[in-house]
C-alpha cells in the first residue's frame, strides 16, 4: 500500500512508517517533527515564527496538498494535525480525503473530544486537568486552556473529524475510552508501537547508587505533573543519598535526550496518566524501571493479567507519591523484577510488529484486539 501519515507526536508515526517499510509497503511521514524533539519525517511542515513564517509556512502546506494524491491511506496524528486555523484544517482534509484512497485518525494527543471528557464529564477519576471535580494545579494556572479546546469552532471541528474519518486508531486507554462515544464501531485500539529490536537490554545493579532520570519539555512540566515527581524524587534522595541520585534534563532534542535516558535505571514519566505512553514504554523496553500510569483499568482493557511493570503513581497525596517511589528504591530485587517485567510487557502490548498489525487491519477493515 501506499501510506502517508501527516503529523508526529514523540516518533509515533515514524516508528510505524519504518516497519511498514520493513513490510513492503510504500510510506511517506509529514510532519513538524514533534516540535522540540526534531524527529525524523520526509516531508517538513514546521512553522516558522511571525507574518513571513505564517505566510511561508501556508505556501507551502498547500503546496504539499496538491501534490498529496493517489494514496491508499491517509493517517492523521490529531483533528489539529496541522498548526492552522480550523477553517483551513477542514480544508485541507476535504482535499485530502478527495484526493486519496481512506482516511484515519490516531488518538495520540489531547482534542476537544478528550478534554470535555476530562472536563466537563469527568469520565476517569483523574487527569491532567481533574483530579475528582477539583481542577489540578495546571487547571487552576492555565484557565484559558480548557476553554479553548471546547470553544464552539475548535468543538465543531473535532466532530466534523470524527464524523468524517473512515476510522480511528487510540494510542492510550484514555483516549479509546473518552472518545468511544463518539466514534463507536469506527475506533480500535493500537497502543503505541515500540521498536523493540533497538534497544539493548539495561540491567538494574545490585549495589552503588540508582540514577532517577526525569527528563522534561518546560512546556508540558506542570501538565504532566513532572513539578510534583520531580520534587518526590528529590526527597527520596534527600533520605537516600546513599541510594539514589536524580538527574533532570530540560527540553532535549530527541537524540541528546535518548543518549541522557539510556544512562537511567528508574525513568520518572508523568502522574496524570492511567498508561505509560512512549517515553516509559521505550524505558521499560531497554529494562529501566518507570514511574507512571499503571492503573488496573488499563491492565483490564488490554487482557494483562499477569506482569505489573510499573511504579504506579496517583496524584491524591504527594507523600503517597514519594512512599511509592522510596519503597521502590530501597529494594533492589523489586526493581530487578521490574526490569524484568517491563521488557516482557513492552514485547507482548508495544512491539512495533504486533501495532503495525493492528493498523493494517483496522485500515483493512479486519477485526483488532488489543
Known sequence: ??????????????????????????????????????TRRDIDLTRGTGFLGSVAYLRRVLRFVSEAKGYDIVQIINPNFLHLRVGKLRYIFSELKRNNGRIFLSLAGSDPVIVRGCCEECRLAYSEYRIG???????????????????GPM????????????????????????????LGDKLHY????????????????????????????????????????????????????????????????????????SKADIVVDQLYSYTPATNALEA?????VTVSGGEEDY??????????????????????IVAAIEAAVTDRDRLRELSRQGREFVSRHNDVRKVAARFLSQWQGKEVSP
Not at 468543538?155 to 468511544?180: Q, T
Not at 491492565?299 to 503517597?320: A, H, K, M, T, W
Open 299 to 320: 491492565y483490564r482493557f488490554i487482557g494483562e493479567d499477569e506482569l505489573r511493570p510499573i511504579v504506579n503513581v496517583q496524584p491524591y497525596s504527594d507523600e503517597e
Open 190 to 261: 493500537t497502543g503505541i508501537p515500540v521498536d523493540t529490536r533497538r534497544f539493548e537490554p539495561h540491567e538494574i545493579p545490585a549495589s552503588g547508587r540508582l540514577n532517577i532520570f526525569v527528563g522534561v519539555k518546560a512546556a508540558y512540566e506542570q501538565f504532566k505533573g513532572l513539578d510534583r515527581l520531580y520534587k518526590a524524587v528529590s526527597e527520596v534522595e534527600r533520605r537516600h543519598p546513599d541510594l539514589c541520585r536524580v538527574t533532570k534534563v530540560t527540553d532535549l532534542p530527541y537524540e541528546e535526550y535518548m543518549a541522557e535516558l
Open 284 to 288: 521499560m523496553a531497554r529494562g529501566q
Open 133 to 151: 471535580e477539583e481542577s489540578t494545579d495546571y487547571a487552576r494556572t492555565y484557565r484559558f486552556d480548557e476553554r479553548r479546546w471546547m470553544a
Open 155 to 182: 468543538g465543531d471541528h473535532c466532530r466534523f473529524i470524527y464524523e468524517n474519518v473512515d476510522g480511528a486508531m487510540s494510542a492510550l486507554y484514555e483516549y479509546d475510552l473518552l472518545a468511544r462515544p463518539y
Open 1 to 38: 500500500m501506499k501510506i502517508l501519515f501527516i503529523g508526529d507526536y514523540s516518533n509515533f508515526h515514524v516508528t510505524l512508517a519504518d516497519e511498514l517499510r520493513r513490510l513492503g509497503h510504500s510510506v511517506t511521514v509529514a510532519s513538524a517533527g514533534s516540535g522540540i524533539m526534531h
